[in-house]
């Protein structure tokens, strides 16, 4: 979703051009606010996940990711396409001693740890940790940074119109850093794409200043009716292989 929407996101948003009037500021809490309240009444979900990221200035090839979600927060995630595909992880929060559980694909599907979510063999190759995966660590962090720019009046926010993304319809809301290059920026400039009907932000790009590619998270096939229990959270489950 590591340093994507929680990373660059502060970034972005702290140092956000101040010339935004009042009725962008309206807009923009407008529509925070609408995503927040379509979140808070979800409990659970499953989606694909698309996730790309500039590492070390290499854009790494696409991750195609099953994912399941369930509130406060427990998240397993099945890569289901090369480079990673059959590897499985596994966080419950409180369990585990806070630890990750998870293997790679093929015959290191044998080889299972627990991991601190910020452990280097996680982080490798990685932005952010797995515990900043979902579509509620998306919404919080740009609400945080929202409301803190909109009382100090320098929030910047436009609106892109509607774009088709993996079947659905979406609002486009983009916002644009000034292109100064005497500073590093996390993101010179941030797409996302808000699902029309059910207000869910399942789509997000990152640019930098030369138009690079930094990070792309995409929900696809996000099942907001996804009845989820413990037992889609356990290692014992017989469809896992932990």
């Known amino acids: 979703m590591t ?6 996101l502060p970034f972005f948003f ?33 989606a694909i996940v698309h996730k790309q990221q500039r590492v070390e200035r290499k854009l790494l090839p696409e991750e195609t990711i ?5 509130k406060p927060y427990s998240i397993y995630m099945k890569w289901i396409r090369p480079p990673y595909k059959g590897s499985e992880l596994l966080f419950v929060e409180g369990w585990n001693e806070n630890r990750v559980r998870a293997h790679r ?12 979510p910020t452990d280097p063999a996680l982080m490798k190759g990685n932005l952010r940790p797995v515990t900043d995966m979902g579509i509620g660590q998306l919404i919080t962090t ?14 910047g926010y436009h609106e892109g119109g509607k774009e088709v993304v993996y079947g659905r319809q979406t609002r486009v809301v983009e916002f644009v850093l000034p292109r100064d290059p005497a500073v590093r920026y996390g993101g010179h400039r941030i797409v996302i794409n ?8 399942i789509r997000i790009r990152i640019y930098d200043h030369d138009k ?3 990070e792309n998270y995409g929900y696809e096939q996000l099942d907001l009716d996804a009845r ?14 932990f």
Not at 3 to 8: F, N, T
Request: net charge negative; charged share 20%; hydrophobic share 50%.
């Open 105 to 116: 694909g093929g015959l290191l599907r044998f080889f299972i740890r627990d991991l601190h």
């Open 194 to 201: 808000q699902d029309v009907e059910n207000r869910m932000l």
């Open 228 to 241: 989820l229990t413990a037992a889609d959270f356990d290692p014992a489950n017989s469809a896992y292989r």
């Open 212 to 214: 690079h590619l930094v």
């Open 3 to 8: 340093r994507i929407i929680c990373s660059a």
């Open 66 to 70: 099953f994912l399941k979600f369930r």
């Open 14 to 46: 702290w140092v956000v051009s101040a010339t935004a009037d009042a009725a962008a500021s309206s807009d923009a809490r407008q529509w925070i606010e609408e995503a927040q309240a379509a979140y808070g009444a979800i409990e659970s979900y499953t």
């Open 142 to 155: 740009v609400a945080m940074n929202v409301h803190t720019l909109l009382e100090a009046g320098e929030l």
